[in-house]
């Protein structure tokens, strides 16, 4: 399966995920730039706060609230943020297109 | 490549103040290969970091670099890659986040008080014998779901499983020894659990009830089991110990914390930038890559030293200086990436409640320095003992 992240740059990557597997770790694993995944995914550091598009945001599972917690702390903060940590990728999520927020 | 700077992190020496030698080594020698031990090692924040965050080249299969013995240790999650790696944490990640371990901090206060009651009318206790390292253990049997009275055992025998000998570049027959111990016991606490089939919501409970329904092996079961009793215990007393320690050394910053106790969670992630306790993970070469001029074969060793990364003047201004109000957030005290600490929140509101209890009940604290003692690995560091007096606040 696939998602494609987005620089602030505009550059696009697909990334192939794993059924299973979170977003953040797909990222990291294929090398996403701005996407640093600092806690491992304890849903802690916000490094890799993502702006979801918003024909794709409601295909996700409503964020839980150590997450929305987390999210509420940081500038860039809007309605479409999520951590690409707390996704875990399913059938319902193909192709779905996030944006790098960079400085969390 | 000749280096002009000889760095061994076995070496008891080196081991005793590792950062004039990291110093040397991020100026000089960024990607440093020993010529003693053949493994490579990485020393500046930004290439430490990569490092971690890249799992495809740097694989976790081996996490310390000796030799390879006979010795098969189960799969752990934190010598797995993807995608193993994800189907093992991702059981207990879950279970660490801060929202999650939030809740067990009215247990990890009553246990504190617990410990501190006795030793508080003295003036003096060891910081790290009476304190820093029942905390810890206590709590994760607790976790666990184990008997709080196996604390003991499981701390020497996960004493004994991380202990190096000075110079010494293998793993000996008593880490294999403690590593068996280890597994026993969990094999044990398994076989009693069939046996008294009522189910409990602990995380030997849960996990038991991953490999039930085939979402993990046997072994891996032991493995997980291994892992949470050792990470989950020692590096989270050697994170509380040095706090205690660097509080002192740096008297200012205790008087401030004192005055602003809110500045403790900051004074938590400098203390893990500063001085943590996991000062070096080993990592697998996948693929050939050259760095700084230098090119790291597949299946070469390299040694992530993140105390280094954490005193980078690359990084950080005044990398050496411990202040309280830093607040750094991008520190490699609990790694990184993938592998990132997955009990890094847990850590977190042990030492928070700890210091916590340590600033409501003591006024003023010495370390008495001439009787403090270290434990000994190249990859965690940290006191084995830390004799303290103090007065009482009034």
């Given at each position: ?13 697909d ?12 990222a ?54 999520r ?22 | ?12 020496a ?37 490092a ?32 193993d ?5 991702h ?43 029942r905390?810890p ?41 403690a ?5 026993r ?86 203390t ?6 996991t ?13 700084h ?16 990364g ?25 790694g ?30 010495h ?28």
């Open positions: 399966m696939k998602v494609t992240f987005i620089q602030p740059d505009g550059k696009e990557q990334v192939d995920v794993n059924p299973g597997t979170t977003l953040m770790e797909a990291l694993f294929e090398g996403v730039p701005g996407i640093l995944g600092m806690c491992g995914g304890i849903c802690s550091c916000a490094t890799c706060h993502c702006h979801v598009e918003a024909d794709d945001f409601g295909r996700l599972p409503a964020a839980a609230a150590g997450e929305i917690e987390v999210l509420d702390g940081l500038e860039q903060r809007r309605p479409n943020s951590l690409a940590c707390q996704i875990t990728m399913d059938d319902a999520l193909e192709g779905i297109r996030l944006h790098v927020a960079t400085g969390a | 490549m000749n280096s002009p700077v000889e760095f061994d992190p076995y070496d008891y080196t081991q005793d103040d590792p950062f004039p030698g990291y110093k040397a080594l991020r100026d000089h020698a960024p990607v440093y290969r020993s010529r003693k031990h053949g493994f490579w090692l990485l020393s500046r924040y930004d290439d430490v970091l990569a971690v965050r890249d799992a495809k080249t740097f694989s976790s299969r081996i996490i310390t670099l000796e030799p390879l013995t006979d010795e098969e240790l189960p799969p752990l999650v934190i010598t797995s890659d993807p995608p790696h994800g189907r093992l944490r059981l207990i990640a879950p279970m660490l986040t801060p929202a999650a371990v939030a809740p067990l901090g009215e247990d990890i206060r009553q246990l504190t008080r617990r410990l501190l009651a006795p030793l508080l009318p003295s003036g003096r206790m060891d910081a790290i014998v009476d304190f820093a390292q905390l253990m206590a709590m994760m049997c607790r976790l666990l779901g184990v008997p709080m009275e196996d604390e003991d055992d499981l701390r020497r025998w996960t004493d004994m499983a991380v202990d190096r000998k000075d110079g010494v570049f293998t793993t000996t027959e008593e880490n294999n020894l590593n068996q111990s280890i597994y016991y969990f094999e044990t606490q398994y076989q009693q659990r069939l046996a008294d089939p009522a189910p409990r919501d602990d995380l030997l409970g849960r996990l038991m009830a991953a490999e039930k329904e085939g979402r993990i092996s046997h072994e891996e079961f032991l493995g997980f089991g291994y892992m949470l009793a050792l990470a989950g215990s020692e590096t989270t007393r050697k994170l509380l110990g040095n706090m205690i320690y660097y509080l002192w050394k740096f008297k200012d910053q205790w008087k401030l914390l004192q005055q602003d106790p809110s500045l403790l969670g900051s004074a938590i992630e400098e893990v930038r500063y001085n943590g306790p000062h070096m993970m080993g990592r697998l070469v996948t693929t050939d890559i050259t760095l001029g230098q090119t790291l074969k597949r299946g070469d060793k390299v040694g992530v030293l993140l105390m280094s954490n005193r980078d003047e690359r990084k950080y201004t005044n990398p050496d200086v411990y202040d309280i109000r830093r607040n750094p957030r991008d520190h490699l005290g609990f990184g990436g993938l592998h990132a600490c997955v009990g890094a929140a847990l850590a977190r509101l042990e030492v928070k409640i700890a210091i916590q209890e340590l600033l409501h009940a003591i006024d003023d604290y370390v008495i320095e001439s009787a403090c003692t270290r434990t000994h690995s190249p990859q965690v560091r940290g006191f084995a003992n830390l004799p303290i007096e103090f007065t009482l606040r009034t």
